[in-house]
């Protein structure tokens, strides 16, 4: 069982833990009355690891908190490093509170900030690229998002992705220059289909734009063929 919140997003990583797995002690997935911190999302952009923690504080309000991680070479992850955190405005297990600020649409923005980190692609001046990150509230009844990057360098066969969901609230990290629509998706016994309006995300503007890989295809993302 992870000792604090940093070893629980480490944990996270090394699980490459999913909507659809089975909750365990070493990684919620959720809050209740017995858990006290719990994963809320994952996302995985060309080695570099970020987890949005829930997490109920001493004083009985929640907050949130925001890791990274860098991926090595043999595939195991460096220890966390908090990015960022702070009180919640609402309660994140409580649906009708998350269905009012919804008020019908599929998907709603419920965060956004920009960090500059070192990501070391060759695109990044000195190796550091500033990074925005989003959180989106996302309908109950949506069983993924759909992620189409309409950036001029998108490679049309890497350029839509799937994104499993653990909570109603998504993660998603963007590098500079990019552009991506999200969309609510339904997963029903005929296929999926989209669910509400689809949400535009850009990322920090660039110094230039250079071809970037779309979301790693491992953890919370896979291929719509799939």
Known sequence: MP???????????????????ATSQAVPNHLDSATEAA???????????????FHRRKDG?????????TRLDDGS????????????GIEPTNAPEIAGILNGKSLALFGE????????????????????????????EASHLDIEKTSSEADPGRSRIHKSLISQVALLALFPGERYTIRAMVRRETGSYPLGEPYELTGSDPGHVADSPAWDEDSSMTNPES
């Open 3 to 21: 000792k604090n919140l940093a070893e629980l997003a480490h944990a996270a990583l090394t699980a490459g833990h999913t909507q659809g797995a």
């Open 39 to 53: 994963v809320a999302d994952m996302c995985i952009r060309d080695g570099l690891g970020f987890v949005l923690l």
């Open 61 to 69: 309000r929640f907050a949130e908190e925001l890791y990274f991680s």
């Open 77 to 88: 992850w460096t220890a966390t490093e908090h990015l960022s955190g702070g009180v919640m």
């Open 113 to 140: 900030s920009e960090t500059e980190l070192l990501t070391g692609r060759p695109q990044a001046d000195d190796g550091y690229e500033l990074l925005r990150f989003y959180e989106l509230l996302v309908d109950k």
